[in-house]
Nanobody, 120 residues
Framework: QVQLVESGGGLVQPGVSLRLSCAASGNIFSINVMGWYRQAPGKQRELVATITSGGPTNYAESVKGRFTISRDNAKNTVYLQMNSLKPEDTAVYFC??????????????WGQGAQVTVSS
């Protein structure tokens, strides 16, 4: 089992920067991937960004150039730096964690969600 605790989020104005954090604890394998998903009202959950324990990252096209995902392996923490926030970024943001064993994923864990609302 893995526990994920998110922090950050809130109500901000357009153009403001915000950083989300997610700290993992429990049965963490040395090879894993962490990511951020978001879900807006009436829409499907979408992947925002991922980062592996080795460092490679992937981003949704809608956030490239504005969002940056990073991690601190010593703290088992992943971050999402969100710059130039837009109203369309309004959603609940969920942290995700997957262990890897060999070529397979094992386990699929989620944070509690953080509400990000971008409005004037």
């Amino acid at each position: 089992q893995v526990q994920l605790v998110e922090s950050g989020g809130g109500l901000v104005q357009p153009g403001v920067s915000l950083r989300l954090s997610c700290a993992a604890s429990g049965n963490i394998f040395s090879i894993n991937v962490m990511g951020w998903y978001r879900q807006a009202p009436g829409k499907q959950r979408e992947l925002v960004a991922t980062i592996t324990s080795g460092g490679p990252t992937n981003y949704a096209e809608s956030v490239k150039g504005r969002f940056t995902i990073s991690r601190d392996n010593a703290k088992n923490t992943v971050y999402l730096q969100m710059n130039s926030l837009k109203p369309e970024d309004t959603a609940v943001y969920f942290c995700n964690f997957k262990n890897r064993l060999g070529l397979s994923y094992t386990g699929d864990f989620w944070g509690q969600g953080a509400q990000v609302t971008v409005s004037s």
